[in-house]
């Protein structure tokens, strides 16, 4: 059996039975003349074969190094095509994303540019999956590709792409007390029984808590899409993103008026970890994703490293 050779020393007897010269392949190599000399001679032991000899004032391949010279080329070759990064296409692209994101995330960025993204790249698939607290670890693992957020996130573990800005509404069944105030404040908003959207409430209790106020709330969902049988029910109050009453039917059977200014507004971000920062795929999907939320926005995109 022939001792194992390290890829340094193929590559340099690939050179070497090419150009048939020492200097050549050192030029070549960026490497010295001794150094391509010394790997010739550990090749020669290794192989038990003198590959290259003396001919007059070149050298020739022997019998072994004619035979070897076409399939070293062809290894160079195809080593070097593993680090060659091919022309992008989307036609050509056979992968499956996974994305994080709430219902209203799917609503208001992945819905809208769907049809444009499978028009594009008919191959692709898009895995919806909760959105979690614990999304940039998910990132981090590469269990997700993308996360569609509301949430605030550390721009020194990932990624951020401004999507939108977005204000909240008050949703409450057409005759709550609610609907008979003028001049929603605070103070009024805080005097019901609330019911919650787990995960873009999270903005919320921050401003009702540097307020020194706490809401009372009365029943907790994952997804709006439970929410409206459970507003027309009660008496609860619900604030939502404004984006997710403007479809579909989700205003059907409610009443809508602007939130109390205090609540503030909800910044939109995808968000992605270093690993998928250069993915050509995933840099296309993101900036399509972008593309269409920068249509309809009034804000402009803003980047975050």
């Known amino acids: 059996m022939l001792p194992p050779l390290s ?21 070549v190599l960026g490497i010295s003349q001794p150094s391509v000399s010394r790997s010739l001679a550990k090749l020669r032991n290794a192989l038990n074969d003198p590959l290259l000899l003396r001919s007059g004032a070149g050298m020739v391949r022997t019998r072994r190094g004619d035979e070897l010279v076409g399939k070293l080329a062809e290894w160079v070759a195809s080593t070097s095509a593993l680090l060659v990064e091919n022309t992008f296409d989307p036609k050509d692209v056979e992968r499956r994303f996974r994305v994080a ?36 670890r998910a990132l981090a693992q590469g269990d ?10 550390d721009p020194s573990q990932l990624h951020g792409l401004h999507l939108f800005r977005d204000r909240f509404v008050c949703v409450t069944r057409p005759d709550h007390p609610l609907t008979q105030v003028e001049d929603l404040s605070l103070e009024r908003f805080l005097e019901h029984e609330h019911l919650s959207l787990t995960v873009s409430d999270a903005e919320l209790d921050r401003v009702t808590l540097y307020g020194g106020r706490k809401r009372r709330i009365a029943a907790s969902v994952p997804y709006f899409g439970l929410a409206p049988d459970m507003l027309r029910a009660g008496d609860m109050v619900m604030a939502v993103p404004s984006r997710l009453m403007a479809h579909g039917d989700n205003a059907q059977g409610l009443a809508v008026r602007a939130a109390p200014d205090a609540l503030g507004h909800l910044d939109y971000w995808l968000l992605w970890h270093e ?31």
Do not use: M, Q, Y
């Open 7 to 27: 890829p340094n020393l193929l590559l340099v007897l690939a050179f070497l039975l090419k150009t048939k010269s020492v200097s050549s392949t050192a030029l």
């Open 275 to 305: 690993r998928s920062h250069r993915d050509p795929a995933a840099v296309w999907l993101r900036d399509r994703l972008s593309e269409h939320c920068r249509t309809a926005a009034s804000e402009p995109l803003a980047e975050a490293a």
């Open 144 to 153: 997700i590709d993308l996360a569609v957020s509301g949430l605030e996130h």
């Open 101 to 136: 994101s709430t219902d209203f995330g799917v609503l208001a960025v992945l819905l809208p540019a769907l049809p444009a993204l499978r028009k594009a790249a008919p191959g692709i698939s898009i895995d919806i999956l909760p959105l979690t607290h614990a999304a940039h």
